[in-house]
C-alpha cells in the first residue's frame, strides 16, 4: 500500500512541525502549509489523502478552505482549532468535516483519529452489496457501485460520512439503529459523544435528500431510540 499523503495547514509554524513529527514517526509523509491559498492545488500535486485544517487562518480561514476542498475532493478533513465551543464544533461538521480537535491536543490522540479516518477512507468505504449494488426508495436511488445518490435523476453531493450513514439506513429498511449503532458501524470505534455526532449529520443528510427535512419521508427518527429508513 502506499505511503499515505497527509497536508497539514496552520499559520502557526510550531503547530505544523509538532505534528509533522509525530506522523512522521507514523510512516505518513507530511505536507505543510502556513495558509490556505493552494490548498486545492496542493492536494492534487500531492495526492493528498487526509488535511488537517485550522479554522482561524489570514485570507482563507478553515471554513473557506472546507468549502473548497468538498466542492473537489471527498478526503478525510480533520479540523483543529482553539475554538472548542460545542457550537463551533457543530458548525465545523455541519459544514462537512469528519472530525473536530481542540487545541491544545493530545499528540496521540491526534494520531489515533488520523489512523481512524484514514482507515474508513481507504479499507471501510466501500459499498455494500444490496439489491446489486442499488437501492431504491422510489424517487431517491442509491448506486452503491458508483457511489452515487440521486434525486428525481439528479445528482445529490453527500460527504463520505453522510453517504455511508445514508447506505446502512437504507440497506436494511425498517430496522431502527441506535445512535451508538450508527457510531461503531461507520467509525468502527466506542461512541463518544455519539448522539450529538450522529444528530449533526442526520441533519445534514435530510436537508440533502428529503423533500421536507422537518418532516423526512424516509429518514425517520424513533423517539428514545435512534434512527430507521423507510421506503
Given at each position: 500500500?502506499?505511503?499515505?499523503?497527509?497536508?497539514v495547514v496552520?499559520?502557526?509554524?510550531?503547530?505544523?512541525?509538532?505534528i509533522e513529527?509525530?506522523?512522521?514517526?507514523?510512516?505518513?509523509?507530511?505536507?505543510?502549509?502556513?495558509?490556505?491559498?493552494?490548498?486545492?492545488?496542493?492536494?492534487?500535486?500531492?495526492?493528498?489523502?487526509?488535511?488537517?485544517?485550522?479554522?482561524?487562518?489570514?485570507?482563507?480561514?478553515?471554513?473557506?478552505?472546507?468549502?473548497?476542498?468538498?466542492?473537489?475532493?471527498?478526503?478525510?478533513?480533520?479540523?483543529?482549532?482553539?475554538?472548542?465551543?460545542?457550537?463551533?464544533?457543530?458548525?465545523?461538521?455541519?459544514?462537512?468535516a469528519d472530525?473536530?480537535?481542540?487545541?491544545?491536543?493530545?499528540?496521540?490522540?491526534?494520531?489515533?483519529?488520523?489512523?481512524?479516518?484514514?482507515?474508513?477512507?481507504?479499507?471501510?468505504?466501500?459499498?455494500?452489496?444490496?439489491?446489486?449494488?442499488?437501492?431504491?426508495?422510489?424517487?431517491?436511488?442509491?448506486?452503491?457501485?458508483?457511489?452515487?445518490?440521486?434525486?428525481?435523476?439528479?445528482?445529490?453531493?453527500?460527504?463520505?460520512?453522510?453517504?455511508?450513514?445514508?447506505?446502512?439506513?437504507?440497506?436494511?429498511?425498517?430496522?431502527?439503529?441506535?445512535?451508538?449503532?450508527?457510531?461503531?458501524?461507520?467509525?468502527?470505534?466506542?461512541?463518544?459523544?455519539?448522539?450529538?455526532?450522529?444528530?449533526?449529520?442526520?441533519?445534514?443528510?435530510?436537508?440533502?435528500?428529503?423533500?421536507?427535512?422537518?418532516?423526512?419521508?424516509?429518514?425517520?427518527?424513533?423517539?428514545?431510540?435512534?434512527?430507521?429508513?423507510?421506503?
Amino acid at each position: 500500500m502506499d505511503t499515505p499523503h497527509i497536508l497539514v495547514v496552520d499559520d502557526e509554524k510550531e503547530i505544523c512541525d509538532l505534528i509533522e513529527i509525530y506522523l512522521s514517526q507514523e510512516g505518513y509523509i507530511v505536507h505543510k502549509r502556513y495558509d490556505a491559498t493552494n490548498i486545492l492545488n496542493d492536494i492534487r500535486d500531492y495526492d493528498i489523502e487526509l488535511v488537517i485544517l485550522d479554522v482561524m487562518m489570514p485570507e482563507i480561514d478553515g471554513m473557506q478552505a472546507l468549502e473548497l476542498i468538498r466542492s473537489k475532493y471527498n478526503i478525510p478533513v480533520i479540523f483543529l482549532s482553539a475554538k472548542t465551543s460545542e457550537d463551533d464544533k457543530v458548525e465545523g461538521l455541519m459544514k462537512g468535516a469528519d472530525d473536530y480537535i481542540g487545541k491544545p491536543f493530545n499528540a496521540k490522540e491526534l494520531v489515533a483519529r488520523v489512523k481512524s479516518q484514514l482507515r474508513r477512507f481507504t479499507v471501510l468505504n466501500k459499498p455494500l452489496e444490496e439489491n446489486n449494488g442499488v437501492i431504491n426508495a422510489n424517487d431517491l436511488i442509491i448506486d452503491t457501485n458508483k457511489k452515487q445518490v440521486t434525486i428525481n435523476g439528479q445528482l445529490v453531493r453527500l460527504t463520505r460520512i453522510e453517504y455511508n450513514i445514508l447506505v446502512l439506513l437504507a440497506s436494511n429498511p425498517e430496522k431502527v439503529y441506535s445512535t451508538e449503532d450508527i457510531f461503531e458501524t461507520i467509525w468502527h470505534e466506542k461512541p463518544t459523544n455519539a448522539n450529538n455526532t450522529i444528530m449533526v449529520h442526520i441533519r445534514k443528510l435530510r436537508e440533502k435528500v428529503e423533500r421536507q427535512p422537518r418532516t423526512p419521508r424516509h429518514i425517520k427518527t424513533v423517539w428514545g431510540i435512534g434512527y430507521k429508513f423507510t421506503i
